[in-house]
């Protein structure tokens, strides 16, 4: 049974660091593009970070590029997002999900458009 299971998830005050984590079992990143993907109370899915696992290319929203940090772990197993400098606007819902193939949905409408995803970690940044 393939699964995700994300972890990490907070409440933080603005300024302070997260790391997400994200373990797949049934699977693994061979040839797979990862990414996280958000949504913020009341609003639709946000893409936010990509990781083709077998280059290791990332790819960043604007939003967070320079804060967020995506990389996987050696196994190929588990895949991360550091979160610095956080901002109350990054509070949401954050899933992980995978891709077979190095396709990046720079839009995302619905968690169906990736092949796995998992059940979404909560992020609350407040002062």
């Known amino acids: 049974e393939v699964q995700m299971v994300e972890s990490g998830g907070d409440s933080v005050q603005p300024g302070n660091s997260l790391r997400l984590s994200c373990a797949a079992s049934?699977?693994?990143?061979?040839?797979?593009?990862l990414s996280w993907v958000r949504q913020a109370p009341g609003k639709g899915l946000q893409w936010v970070s990509s990781?083709?696992?077998?280059?290791?290319?990332?790819y960043y929203a604007d939003s967070v590029r320079g804060r967020f940090m995506i990389s996987t772990d050696d196994a190929k197993t588990t895949v991360y997002l550091q979160m610095n400098n956080l901002k109350p606007e990054d509070t949401a819902v954050y899933y992980c999900?995978?891709?077979?193939?190095?396709?990046?949905?720079?839009?995302?409408?619905?968690?169906?458009?990736?092949?796995?995803w998992g059940q979404g970690t909560q992020v609350t940044v407040s002062s």
């Open positions: 999900t995978a891709v077979r193939g190095n396709t990046i949905h720079f839009i995302v409408t619905s968690l169906t458009q990736y092949d796995y």
């Open positions: 049934g699977f693994t990143f061979d040839d797979y593009a």
């Open positions: 990781i083709y696992a077998p280059t290791l290319k990332t």
